[in-house]
C-alpha cells in the first residue's frame, strides 16, 4: 500500500488498457478471500447482473486491487453475519459505446461513526486509535481505491450506519470490449428451461442468489428456509423435483425428502465451504463449493439433470474438465518454488502437482540462491516479494552466476503494473504471474517455457543450461 501511495503522490501510476473480463476480476477477488470468511463464520456471496458485458477495456489488475482492498475491508469489520458483493452496469445516453460498471460491496460489520465518513478515503484516516489497534491496516487502502477508481474515470462512496454495517461501492466508465457470451450468460440457450428445483437454506441470501441465477435460466424454483417448510411444501405439491439444492448440514434431511413422491428423481446438490473436503456427501451427491460461481453452479446442473450439447468454440468462461498439459519437459527435470507464505506454497504445489510437477521449496531470496548454487534448476516460480532478500534482487545474483546453467524464472507476484513487470524483466527474469494465478495461468506460463527449450529427445540428462 505504501509502495503503490507513493506511486500515486509522485504522478507515476500507469494504467493499462487491456480486456478485462469481469466475471473473472470479481470471483478471483472473491476466492481469494473466502478462507478468511469462512473462519469468521461470514457467509460471503457475490452477484454480477446478466446485463453485464463479459468484458470491457481497462486494467483488470487495479480493478482486482480496488475490489480486493473493498471487501477485504468488509471481512475483517465484521463478525459472523454477510458479507455481499455485486456488479450492475447502466449505459449513459450520450455515450451509448461506454457502460458504467457500478460493484458494490455490502456488510454486517460495525459500521462507521458520522463524524469519521469524511475523512474515511483520507490517506492514513481510521475511525479512531482503536480501530487501528483491534483490526490493524495502513489506513491507506481506501485511499488508494479512491485514487484508483478516480483515474478509472469513476467515483467511490460509502454509506454506513454503526453497529448496523456499511456499503461502499464505486462506478467505473469503461468501453465494452468484444467478448462471446458464454451458454450460462444465454437464457435462449439454456437447457435447464423448466426444470424444477427446490431450494432449501436457512439464509436469504443465498436463497436469493440461487434463484436469481435458476431464474435467468427458466428454471421452476421453490425455496424454503427449513426443514419444516420444505417437509409441508413437499406435502403439497403434485408436481415432481428434478433437483434439491440443499446445504451440507441438511443433506441427511434431503436424503429423506427423496423418499417422497414429489421428490423422488430429484437428484441433490450440496453446498460447502471452502474448508470442507472435496468429496460427495452421501452416497451420491455433487457439491458445489461457496461462494457460488454461476458457471460452476449451471454445469453442474446441466451435468446432474442431462449433458450439455457439444458446441464448437465452446467459451472459457463454461466449466471445462481439466485436460493434461500437452507438453514435454527434460530429463530430471528440476523446480524451485521461491515462496514465503505458507499457504500460497500450498496452492502453487497443488497446481503444479495437477500438471505433473514435483518441486522443492525456499521460504525467501537468500535461500534460492543457495538452492540453486548446489544444483542447478531447470524452472525457478520467485516470488517477488519475500523476506530476508527479495525475487528481484535474488534474480540479480543468480543471473550474474555464470558458472552455472541458468533456469528459466517465472516471476509470481501481486504487483500487475506495466512497471512492476518491466522491473521483472529488467532483472533478469523470463516470464511473469500475476497472484492469485490459476491453474491455466501456470500452464500458459510453462507452454512458453517449454517453447524456449529443446525437446526431450535433444535435452541432455540432467539440469538444461539453455533459457
Given at each position: 500500500d505504501i509502495l503503490d501511495f507513493s506511486k500515486i503522490e509522485a504522478?507515476?501510476?500507469?494504467?493499462?488498457?487491456?480486456p478485462v473480463r469481469l466475471r473473472e476480476c470479481l470471483e478471483q477477488s472473491v476466492e481469494v478471500l473466502a478462507l478468511a470468511a469462512v473462519e469468521k463464520g461470514i457467509e460471503l456471496a457475490f452477484r454480477v447482473d446478466t446485463d453485464v458485458p463479459v468484458a470491457v477495456h481497462g486494467d483488470a489488475a487495479r480493478l482486482r486491487q480496488i475490489l480486493h482492498n473493498l471487501i477485504g475491508n468488509a471481512v475483517k469489520f465484521t463478525s459472523g453475519g454477510e458479507v455481499f458483493v455485486?456488479?450492475?452496469?447502466?449505459?449513459?445516453?450520450?455515450?451509448?459505446?461506454?457502460?458504467e460498471i457500478e460493484c458494490s460491496v455490502r456488510d454486517t460489520g460495525i459500521g462507521i461513526e458520522p463524524e469519521a465518513i469524511g475523512g474515511i478515503f483520507e490517506a492514513f484516516s481510521q475511525q479512531d486509535t482503536s480501530t487501528t489497534r483491534r483490526f490493524g491496516g495502513t489506513g491507506l487502502g481506501l485511499s488508494i481505491c479512491r485514487h484508483l477508481v478516480r483515474a478509472m474515470g469513476g467515483e467511490i462512496r460509502v454509506r454506513s450506519e454503526p453497529g448496523a454495517g456499511s456499503t461502499?461501492?464505486?462506478?467505473?466508465?469503461?468501453?465494452?470490449?468484444?467478448?462471446?457470451?458464454?451458454?450460462?450468460?444465454?437464457?435462449?440457450?439454456s437447457e435447464l428451461a423448466g426444470r424444477r428445483v427446490l431450494i432449501l437454506h436457512e439464509l436469504a441470501i443465498c436463497r436469493d442468489l440461487l434463484r436469481y441465477h435458476l431464474d435467468s435460466w427458466a428454471v421452476r424454483v421453490e425455496t424454503v428456509a427449513s426443514e419444516e417448510?420444505?417437509?409441508?411444501?413437499?406435502?403439497?405439491?403434485?408436481?415432481?423435483?428434478?433437483?434439491?439444492?440443499?446445504?451440507?448440514?441438511d443433506a441427511a434431511f434431503a436424503a429423506e425428502l427423496q423418499a417422497r413422491p414429489a421428490c423422488a428423481r430429484a437428484a441433490m446438490i450440496t453446498l460447502t465451504s471452502i474448508v470442507d473436503q472435496p468429496q460427495t456427501v452421501g452416497d451420491a451427491s455433487?457439491?458445489?463449493?461457496?461462494?457460488?460461481?454461476?458457471?460452476?453452479?449451471?454445469?453442474?446442473?446441466?451435468?446432474?439433470?442431462?449433458?450439455?450439447?457439444?458446441?464448437?468454440?465452446?467459451?472459457?468462461?463454461?466449466?471445462?474438465?481439466?485436460?493434461?498439459?500437452?507438453?514435454?519437459?527434460?530429463?530430471?527435470?528440476?523446480?524451485?518454488?521461491?515462496?514465503?507464505n505458507?499457504?500460497?506454497?500450498?496452492?502453487?504445489?497443488?497446481?503444479?502437482?495437477?500438471l505433473g510437477i514435483q518441486a522443492?521449496?525456499?521460504?525467501?531470496?537468500?535461500?534460492?540462491?543457495?538452492?540453486q548454487s548446489r544444483r542447478p534448476y531447470d524452472l525457478i516460480l520467485?516470488?517477488?516479494?519475500?523476506?530476508?532478500?527479495?525475487?528481484?534482487?535474488?534474480?540479480?545474483?543468480?543471473?550474474?552466476?555464470?558458472?552455472?546453467?541458468?533456469?528459466?524464472?517465472?516471476?509470481?507476484?501481486?504487483?500487475?503494473?506495466?512497471?512492476?513487470?518491466?522491473?521483472?524483466?529488467?532483472?533478469?527474469?523470463?516470464?511473469?504471474?500475476?497472484?492469485?494465478?490459476?491453474?491455466?495461468d501456470l500452464r500458459h506460463s510453462l507452454g512458453r517455457f517449454a517453447a524456449n527449450r529443446p525437446p526431450v529427445s535433444e535435452a541432455a540428462p540432467g539440469p538444461s543450461g539453455s533459457r
Open positions: 504522478g507515476e501510476l500507469i494504467l493499462e488498457r487491456a455485486t456488479m450492475s452496469c447502466t449505459v449513459p445516453d450520450d455515450r451509448s459505446e461506454q457502460v461502499f461501492s464505486f462506478t467505473i466508465g469503461s468501453p465494452i470490449a468484444s467478448h462471446p457470451r458464454p451458454r450460462y450468460l444465454e437464457p435462449e440457450r417448510e420444505a417437509t409441508e411444501l413437499v406435502a403439497s405439491l403434485q408436481d415432481t423435483f428434478d433437483c434439491i439444492i440443499v446445504e451440507r448440514s455433487p457439491c458445489l463449493t461457496k461462494p457460488i460461481a454461476p458457471a460452476r453452479l449451471y454445469a453442474l446442473l446441466a451435468k446432474v439433470l442431462g449433458p450439455v450439447k457439444e458446441e464448437s468454440g465452446q467459451q472459457p468462461d463454461e466449466a471445462q474438465p481439466e485436460t493434461e498439459l500437452p507438453l514435454r519437459f527434460p530429463r530430471n527435470f528440476r523446480v524451485l518454488l521461491a515462496e514465503d505458507l499457504i500460497n506454497q500450498t496452492v502453487a504445489e497443488a497446481s503444479l502437482e495437477k522443492e521449496t525456499a521460504v525467501n531470496g537468500a535461500e534460492a540462491i543457495a538452492a520467485m516470488d517477488v516479494q519475500m523476506p530476508e532478500l527479495d525475487g528481484l534482487e535474488a534474480t540479480r545474483r543468480i543471473r550474474s552466476d555464470t558458472s552455472v546453467p541458468q533456469p528459466y524464472i517465472i516471476a509470481v507476484t501481486a504487483n500487475a503494473t506495466i512497471q512492476d513487470r518491466e522491473q521483472c524483466m529488467a532483472t533478469g527474469m523470463d516470464d511473469y504471474i500475476r497472484k492469485p494465478f490459476r491453474l491455466e
